[in-house]
């Protein structure tokens, strides 16, 4: 009985999920599968064959009715799965986003320091061509 009741669910879930997607309509994951975030790997999802209608109104994408069918066998605990490992792999993205924009600042800053540098050595070497002495220091 269980086993036909489960059957029974998962054929409606494949059939009633497939709707019109429009562009107001919320994808999640980026419209990437959502049987496939369960697993860590981020595939395109083909949202107008297969997709599902979450309880947070969102629309799931999935890859294929393979990936629909085995993410409907437990709703629950793989939209929980799949939303920690996108939530993951959103941090590791921030975080290397942040570091290339350090890395991109830190570059700019030294080159308009060296620029900054060189065109203070060419100012105080004045008509002579040569840089100053320290007026400080001196030999006895």
Known sequence: MKLILKTFLI???ATSSAFAIDSTTKTAFDGKCAWGATQ??????DCKKWNWKGPDGATYCFSSE???KNFAKDTNKNLTVASQKWAQAQAAK???DAQKMRDEATKQTD?????MMAEMEKATRGATGQMPT?????TE
């Open 134 to 138: 320290d007026s400080h220091s001196h």
């Open 40 to 45: 860590g790997m981020w595939v395109a999802g």
């Open 11 to 13: 054929a409606i879930f």
């Open 66 to 68: 393979t990936a629909l």
């Open 94 to 96: 921030a975080m290397a």
């Open 111 to 115: 080159q308009a320091r060296q620029k």
